[in-house]
């Protein structure tokens, strides 16, 4: 598991000020939250009050169990509220609804505090082209680089292939067991996944509606709904499927300023590229092949192609990859005219202007 060497040391530097940063950090809303316990009051908390919190004396406080990385935790800690809110299409179906889930307030201090020692991770084993979740990035900053790849490559009389890779209930679906192996892999001390290992043990989540509320139940998969670390954790996830897919070594990709191109991601949300069909078709068979060792499979149905040329039908197990002309992706709004215009290579990228490569 880890050491008494890295036990002692993250008990020594779970300091107070730590909690304070954790405290005044929180995301806490009165919504986001089971608990009745006034929000205000929990975050401008004083400092005897916080002085209690820290004290190794008080066993009926929670975070001494976290200073000692006690197996045993608050089991509110362990327990979500899931209220689904309806999407667009027919109520009666449950794929029309997404949810949220309602945490413990106090779990939430010692989350902010692990988020914050994961940073140092994130920078170091995230490429620059995961934009995910990630502080200064954002989906505008993908939507650009589309729009510059575009540019560059009809600038150099290219032809360009795209493919959105849409993946099914791919938070819902990671496998914990893989997870903190891809964690150790990564470089995460030990100690740190110990703490991740026992916040997700014993999950249960409960339904709420407006008719009630069901019966506690397990969680077996998927990264908790709520949690500030689960964009940062599926974000791991899905790098080491990229580097599995060797994606960063293939040679396959759109050249541009002596740089190989051929994936731009927003966590779960994929765009390979390439400058033929045969080198777009071989990107995304490796990538599905690597998302499903770990669980993950791709929505075919949601998954398109657009290309600067004609291109020939593609079945991905018995279902047709659909061929668009324009596709609005990473949730991109209206407002960004960019978008569509650019995605429109019948208009952004004429091929009677160019002639074919062969």
Known sequence: MFSDQNHHSFQRNLRADLLQNGLVGSPCSPRDSQE????????????????????????????????????SRPQDWNRSVFIPIPKKGNAK????????ALISHASKVMLKILQARLQQYVYHELPEVQAGFRKGRETRDQIANICWIIEKARESQKNIYFC?????????????NKLWKI???????????????????????????????????????GVCQGCILSPCLFNFYAENIMRNAGLEEAQAGIKI????????????????????????????????EESEKVGLKLNIQKTK???????????????????????????????????TAAMKLKDAYSLEEKPRQT
């Not at 209930?169 to 914990?176: L, S, T």
């Not at 927003?266 to 599905?288: C, F, G, I, N, Q």
Request: glycine share 4%; aromatic share 8%.
């Open 36 to 71: 009745s316990s006034p929000t205000p009051q929990f975050k401008s908390i004083n400092s005897l009050a916080l002085s209690l919190l820290h004290s190794p004396t008080l066993t009926s406080i929670p975070f001494k169990n976290i200073r000692e990385l006690n197996p």
């Open 93 to 100: 179906e449950c794929s029309n609804y997404h949810t949220i």
């Open 164 to 176: 959105f890779i849409d993946y099914a209930k791919a938070f819902d679906c990671v496998d914990h």
């Open 183 to 221: 964690l150790k892999e990564m470089g995460i001390p030990d100690h740190l996944t110990c703490l991740l290992r026992n916040l997700y043990a014993g999950q249960e989540a409960t339904v709420r509606t407006g008719h009630g509320t069901t019966d506690w139940f397990q969680i077996g998969k």
């Open 257 to 288: 300023s002596g740089r190989n191109i051929n994936n731009l991601r927003y966590a779960d949300d994929t765009t390979l590229m390439a400058e033929s069909e045969e080198e777009l078709k071989s990107l995304l068979m490796k990538v599905k």
């Open 305 to 339: 192609i657009i290309a600067s040329c004609p291109i020939t039908s593609w079945e991905i197990d018995g279902e047709t990859v659909e061929t668009v002309s324009d596709f609005i992706f990473w949730g991109a709004p209206k407002s960004l005219q960019m978008v």
